[in-house]
């Protein structure tokens, strides 16, 4: 019995006990922009050609109309985020679509904050992309800050389920009037296509 209860209280503190900042290590803490991480974190500077994006995804991002804002919760310390930032800020660069912003947030490997941010967005793991409707302008004050948690399409959570195109793609769909018009015009390719086949 006095094992068993070793082994619950183990299992209870493992998660916070790795979750401990480490000494003499350096955090990239706060609001940075994608060039001031890149300078002071080059292993997230995206290299040309390394992600291939699929091109349906990318065609499906590049005709979405409506703003939408990307907050990106990362650590400079974790892997997950050295390998899906950079294929993110390739991606969002073919995309070459001026209706998505992305911000970038750094949390330390507490992925807590003096401002609240991880914790009024529910973070406990990095790489967080959170897709939210419209173009935001954060601020740290609480009431404004609860406003800003609001709109959420949709999010990626350390690892895309597919890829980061494909995932930004599907939490888009949460859009219903754009993943109606996104339905209609594949039914109508469909559509098209059986018409032609017919006609040759």
């Known amino acids: 019995m006095r094992f068993l209860n070793c082994c619950v ?26 060039d001031s991480l890149y300078k002071a974190e080059p292993e997230f500077l995206p290299i040309p050609g390394a992600h291939q994006p699929a091109a349906n995804a990318l065609s499906l991002l590049r005709c979405y109309n409506e703003p939408v804002t990307v907050l990106i919760f990362f650590g400079n310390w974790c892997s997950d985020s050295k390998r899906e930032l950079p294929r993110f800020f390739a991606t969002l660069e073919l995309v070459h679509n001026n209706n998505f912003s992305a911000r970038l947030f750094g949390l330390d490997r507490m992925k807590k904050d003096s401002a609240g941010f991880a914790e009024a967005f529910k973070i406990d ?76």
């Not at 959420?152 to 949460?174: C, Y």
Request: proline share 5%; net charge neutral; with cysteine.
């Open 125 to 200: 793991k990095v790489p967080t992309f959170i897709f939210l409707r419209g173009a935001r302008d954060f601020s740290a004050n609480a009431e404004a800050l609860n406003e800003q948690t609001k709109g959420e399409l949709g999010r990626i959570v350390e690892t895309p389920a597919v890829s980061i195109e494909q995932d930004w793609v599907d939490a888009l769909k949460h859009n219903a009037s754009w993943a109606r018009k996104m339905e209609f015009e594949e039914r109508l390719a469909l559509f098209c296509i059986a018409l032609i086949s017919t006609l040759f």
């Open 9 to 34: 209280l183990f299992l209870g503190l493992a998660p916070t006990a790795l979750a401990q900042n480490r000494p003499g290590e350096i955090y990239q803490r706060g609001w940075l922009t994608p």
